[in-house]
DNA sequence: TTCAAAGTTTAGCGTAGTCTAATGTTGATG
DNA sequence: CATCAACATTAGACTACGCTAAACTTTGAA
């Protein structure tokens, strides 16, 4: 039940703390995660996700109308949290700490977080200063599983000329993250809206201070979270 | 297959790592590991024992006489010193980089060696200068899978007036290493063996420099595995 | 209003590990 | 050298996950 002989490394079986976290990502606003819409998350077939979702609802981590979807209890949504605080604050400390760069962090992270003690987390958090965002500009649930509701707009929503900080990358892809990272769209870059071609055509942004102006199809845009920022007569207002 | 429901974070079922190390630790001085010496290690009844050999020689990583016990064949003896490399850096990085003490790595570090990947582990030992020794004073195997083999004596069987250095404490249980660790008997230090009383009786030593006495009982003296060293007329040889 | 497609759940089986109880093997002792 | 205790293995059941195929809902469009 933990390691197979064939397979050694890879964990191929999501853990429940896997289910929880994607049923976190997939119902936070508000609404209802679909089964089919978990197993392509997890990689696994629909009536695995059946199965485990019972299995969950047993033992009150979630609660599940048939054929609508689950949601997080409260117990459910702590369990998430604390899943979450540990991938983004590995993801912090390997990067800042052992030199790891942007793209490779993910999948150590997802394996390690399954086996740190929360001592470890605690003492990674504290090495880091406690910090609030990971290196995707995602927030860090704090130990007590509270963790800041970001109001982001998808860049591809986005208010012509409106001024916007980049917050989050919404992908795990490592092609689509290092195209992002060399054009310079890393979480905490400002930017402007300059232009949007209708049909969904791509967006033209400018980046902030430099004016260095990039254009990105929409696929691309619908993955970059930012906050809308207010503008002071002296300059963006800071954070 | 990984992590169950009821017990999400103690993995009470040891992988087949844990089987190759125990295996290694047990038929170390050449011999064969026992099934039963494997069940008590791995705190599982003997027929899982039975199991896991039968799945274990299947796919060549060990050799298995019936009703003798089981060898690692070359291939097994490379995946068990893998892990124990893994195992002793993660030990010492959590000593040196995050703050635990001696006593505490062991089970962080037990649940960690399944989880980290070769990359982590090599970064982790430069940042600690590719060190040959963990905190307990075991040699740690070179990434290669070569591993320093030390002739070590037990402190009960080290000859009277001999010069020693302490090289490995040979037991995991937190309360006897902390005691040990309250003694100042931690590796690296060097002693003499200034009395040892009859019929299975403690054994006296002094500290090098200091010269302070300590009395232990055959039990943990046992437990204490010293290197030998050679005395030049400045003092004691370094390493 | 029906009906078909899409999505969900149930049924039934496979695998990799655990366990207890029963059976085999070995080696020391009378 | 026969016996018996200790140890090892086999037999058979259980759990927790996975899967495919089949049955059941829901929904949206004709």
């Not at 892809?173 to 290092?178: E, P, T």
Request: glycine share 10%.
């Amino acid at each position: 039940m933990h390691a197979t002989l064939r397979d050694a490394n890879p964990p191929l079986t999501p853990s429940v703390e896997d289910y929880l976290k994607v049923i976190y990502h997939l119902s936070n606003q508000g609404g209802f995660a679909a089964t089919s819409d978990i197993a392509a998350m997890l990689d696994v077939a629909p009536p695995s996700v059946s199965g485990m979702v019972k299995r969950l609802s047993e033992t009150g981590l979630i609660e599940h109308v048939p054929y609508r979807g689950v949601q997080l209890t409260a117990q459910g949504r702590r369990a998430a949290l604390r899943m979450i605080r540990r991938h983004r604050l590995l993801e912090l400390y390997l990067t800042q700490q052992l030199g790891y760069d942007w793209g490779g962090v993910h999948a150590e992270a997802e394996r390690l977080e399954h086996a740190v003690s929360d001592e470890l987390i605690d003492r990674m958090a504290r090495a880091l200063g406690d910090p609030l965002y990971d290196p995707h500009g995602d927030p860090i649930p704090t130990a007590a599983g509270e963790i800041e509701e970001a109001e982001l707009v998808s860049l591809a929503d986005a208010g012509l000329g409106s001024k916007l900080e980049l917050r989050q990358v919404g992908t795990q892809d490592s092609a689509r993250l290092r195209f992002f990272a060399e054009q310079g769209l890393t979480p905490g870059v400002l930017l402007t809206v300059t232009d949007r071609q209708p049909f969904n055509g791509p967006t033209t942004i400018g980046l902030v201070p430099s004016g260095d102006p990039r254009v990105v199809g929409r696929e691309l845009a619908l993955l970059l979270w930012c906050r809308e920022m207010p503008v002071t007569d002296r300059g963006y207002a800071s954070r």
